[in-house]
Structures are given as structure tokens and as C-alpha cells.
Nanobody, 124 residues
Framework: DVQLVESGGGLVQPGGSLRLTCAAS????????VGWFRQTPGKEREGVAA???????VYANSLKGRFTVSLNNAQNQLDLQMNNLKPEDTAVYYC???????????????????WGQGTQVTVS
């Protein structure tokens, strides 16, 4: 069975930092594009950052400079360092693995197959 388990969410004040971790079993991240997505009630799930299968990194334009995604193949783990957090970053953050057909779809949630259960990030 494939399992993606996110951790590291919580409550943080504006301007603070959090580091999210996604640990995988039953799947090797090196064989997939892997990414972070987030969702708030009533809104579509949006792509935050991803590491494509060629190890290139992609970020949502609005988050560049504050968020950093990193893939640790040795530990089969995907991290998201989030700095200078803002109230609008409040969301449930999900880790996912998949095979987006085109590079421009690396932040498209519909192109991902495996998902974690999510971790809540609240900035207040």
C-alpha cells in the first residue's frame, strides 16, 4: 500500500516559520513528480511547490521567495520550508506524488495519483 504522511503543521504567528515533512512508504519519490498542495474550505486545491521527475523545482508565483521545497531521496521524504507566513497561508497542506504529463501541469492537482491526509497550518 502507498502511504504519504504529512507532519509539521500547527499554529504560528504571522511572520513565523514552519517546516512540513512528507514521509512515503510503498512508493519511491524518485520515480515521481512530488509536490505540496493546499486547500481552504470552499476553494479548489492549489499547487504550492513541486519537484518534477527531473528534479527541477516549481513554485506558485505568489509563494516564490517564502517557500522552499526539497526532496530527500535517501529518506524518501519531501519537505516544505515556509517562512514569513501570512494569514492567507492558512490551509490544509497536502503532499502528493504523480506523473504530470507536461511540465506546465506540475502544480495541477488533477495530475497527481497519491495523496496524504493533509496537515493543518494556521497563521494567526
Amino acid at each position: 500500500d502507498v502511504q504519504l504522511v504529512e507532519s509539521g503543521g500547527g499554529l504560528v504567528q504571522p511572520g513565523g516559520s514552519l517546516r512540513l515533512t512528507c514521509a512515503a512508504s510503498g512508493v519511491t519519490f524518485d520515480d515521481f513528480a512530488v509536490g505540496w498542495f493546499r486547500q481552504t474550505p470552499g476553494k479548489e486545491r492549489e499547487g504550492v511547490a513541486a519537484v518534477d521527475i527531473d528534479n527541477s523545482t516549481v513554485y506558485a508565483n505568489s509563494l516564490k521567495g517564502r517557500f522552499t521545497v526539497s526532496l530527500n531521496n535517501a529518506q524518501n521524504q519531501l519537505d516544505l520550508q515556509m517562512n514569513n507566513l501570512k494569514p492567507e497561508d492558512t490551509a490544509v497542506y497536502y503532499c502528493a506524488a504523480g506523473h504530470p504529463k507536461y511540465e506546465y501541469r506540475v502544480l495541477s492537482s488533477s495530475d497527481y495519483t497519491y495523496w496524504g491526509q493533509g496537515t493543518q497550518v494556521t497563521v494567526s
